[in-house]
């Protein structure tokens, strides 16, 4: 299990906070945060390091057609299109969720890696989509999944809409509306395989991604979660998560050695029995 370093001092949390009131999407505006996401207009903005990120992580690479973003995983599973593609609309102006963020890409590698036997007969979850990248990814791998919900704030409904349609995914990847800490929409049915990535960021929203991942789990269900550490506060995250989750770190990732130098962690975490 991940030891927490507890001792945060308490000023800096204070003022960490402050600063999160004021601008509460501050630390994705950072100019070396924006570093390797994908922009709006669809073209990489790469620092060395996060450009080697992207283009080094086993079995994944990206292109820009049409102004498309065009993402390839290579895999041996014989029963899914090689490589697997995924084609995206990305566009700022819904919010931060409409860009491809380096966590989401190394998410839906990992599902890509573990293979379509795994999802089988399952429902799956993604809890801020952003533009549906993960979620998707999984509608092409699992041919034999019960079905995959991708979902966010209302603002993004759209992209991952158009996304959905863009990948001819209708049917296998449904969207929906799901704002954390809100009460789980009845149409969406208690998943077995939860999915989170790049949601640890806005500290007003701790607490209600944990009632939400709660809402939803049980201790059968799997949740893979990676998340991109940001700053000590994002400690406090994990403090409240504790009370009713475990975890333990994903291991088994050929992409682990890269993506950790970036200071991003993939996770499993467990439901606590009440
Ligand atoms: C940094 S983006 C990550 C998007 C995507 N998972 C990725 O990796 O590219 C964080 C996502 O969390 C969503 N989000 C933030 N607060 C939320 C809330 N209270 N309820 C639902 N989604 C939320 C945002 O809309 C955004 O899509």
Redesign the pocket.
Same mark, same amino acid.
């Given at each position: 299990m991940l030891e927490l370093d507890l001792n945060i001092p308490c000023g800096d949390v204070a003022l960490e906070e402050k600063l999160d009131l004021d601008d509460p999407l501050r630390h &994705?505006k950072d100019d070396s945060e924006l570093e390797g996401i994908i922009a709006s207009e669809g073209l990489a903005r790469a620092s060395q390091s996060m450009s080697e990120l992207l283009t080094v992580l086993p079995q994944q690479s990206h292109s820009v057609e049409d102004g498309l973003l065009k993402f390839s995983f290579t895999h041996e599973w014989e029963s899914v299109p090689r490589p697997l593609s995924i084609s995206l609309v990305v566009d700022a102006s819904p919010?931060?969720?409409g860009? !491809?963020?380096p966590?989401?890409q190394i &998410?839906a590698s990992y599902l890509v890696q573990k293979g379509p036997e795994y999802l089988q007969d399952k429902n799956v979850l993604e809890?801020?989509?952003?533009?549906g &990248?993960?979620g998707l990814a999984v509608g092409v791998l699992a041919m034999e999944a019960r079905g995959t919900w991708i979902?966010?704030?209302a603002p993004?409904l759209p992209i991952m809409t158009r996304n959905v349609c863009l990948n001819r995914l209708e049917g296998r990847v449904h969207v929906a509306e &799901?704002?954390?800490?809100s009460s789980i929409p009845e149409d969406i049915p208690l998943p077995d395989v939860i999915l !989170?990535?790049?949601?640890v960021?806005?500290e007003p !929203?701790f607490p209600?991604?944990v009632k939400t991942l709660s809402d939803l789990s049980t201790s059968k269900t799997d949740i893979f979660f990676c998340y991109k550490k940001r700053r000590k506060a994002d400690k406090r995250f994990f403090n409240m998560l504790r009370k009713h989750f475990s975890w333990k770190e994903v291991l088994d990732d050929p992409g682990r050695p890269i993506y950790s130098r970036e200071a991003i962690t993939m996770i499993q975490l467990f439901k606590l029995k009440a």
């Open positions: &994705l919010g931060c969720g860009l !491809a963020w966590a989401g &998410l809890l801020g989509s952003g533009t &990248l993960v979902t966010d704030q993004l &799901l704002n954390w800490g !989170a990535a790049d949601c960021y806005f !929203a209600l991604l």
